[in-house]
């Protein structure tokens, strides 16, 4: 098993009080697995080995898989002072995407029993593999403004795109506002300023945006595949499983909070 990240960022002021930040993430996960088993004996009398029932496995198997991610992250930020107005405007975009690769192959009857390689067994061979891809793009925002330090108003927003669900549900706006009233630095509260020295009063409402399935494609039925203990035609016949129903309107959860 190997895992590495490597991360590459870059921060510069064009002009003043606008800055521009981005940053880069490149990580991968590889994981090398193998699998050896051997004929298991037992002897009740000197001199004769027998094989355990149901357990006489004589086999090699191979797992590799290789799981690499990108994660971009670009955004600006402009902020300054006019008369009593402060202001600060953000805006960018998140960028993720990864991908999962494996593949296995097995051997039984191997010629060694301390040697592993396939090409050692003479017996039934089997292979698998599989693969996804998750992508997620988002777009965010965020607005803050203040008069005299009395008014405060805060407000954000992101916008995302997800491949985790199909094409009429994959898209979600998740807002957010606040909003303060600081008492404390009007002129009718100085006389109590010297007992209390900040006194704010603040509203907020926000929406929050989570994916509810780890699945790269939950909204896709699947159907797997076996082999049954019916035999036709000198071969055991090929199943395919009923599918397990997906609700067809599933989507983001929206997660909201209020103060």
Do not use: C
Request: hydrophobic fraction near 30%; charge should be positive; proline fraction near 4%.
């Amino acid at each position: 098993m190997h895992e590495m990240t490597t991360t590459t960022g870059l921060i510069f002021e064009p002009v003043k009080n606008l800055k521009i930040n981005a940053n880069y993430t490149y990580s991968f996960y590889m994981n090398d697995n193998w699998y050896r088993s051997t004929v298991v004996r037992y002897s009740i009398e000197p001199g004769v080995l027998q094989d355990v029932p149901n357990y006489n496995k004589d086999e090699y198997k191979k797992t590799m898989s290789f799981n690499p991610k990108h994660v971009l992250d670009t955004y600006a930020s402009y902020s300054n002072t006019v008369g009593k107005h402060d202001f600060l405007v953000m805006g960018g975009i998140n960028y993720e995407s990864q991908k999962y690769r494996s593949m296995s192959a097995g051997r039984k009857n191997l010629l060694s029993a301390e040697l592993n390689d396939l090409n050692l067994g003479t017996g039934d061979m089997t292979v698998g593999g599989g693969a996804s891809q998750y992508v997620l793009f988002g777009a965010f925002f965020r607005v803050n403004y203040s008069y005299a330090e009395r008014y405060l108003l805060e407000v954000n927003g992101r916008y995302d795109d997800t491949s985790r669900y199909e094409k009429n549900s994959r898209f979600g706006f998740f807002p957010s506002f606040s909003g303060a009233w600081r008492l404390s630095e009007e002129p009718f509260f100085q006389p109590a300023k010297n007992t209390v020295n900040n006194l704010k009063i603040r509203a907020s409402y926000g929406q929050l945006g989570n994916q509810l399935n780890s699945s790269s494609y939950p909204y896709i039925s699947t159907m797997s595949m076996s082999l049954s203990n019916w035999i036709m035609n000198a071969e055991k016949t090929q199943t395919v499983s009923v599918p397990a129903p997906t609700p067809g309107n599933l989507t983001w959860e929206k997660v909201i909070t209020k103060n």
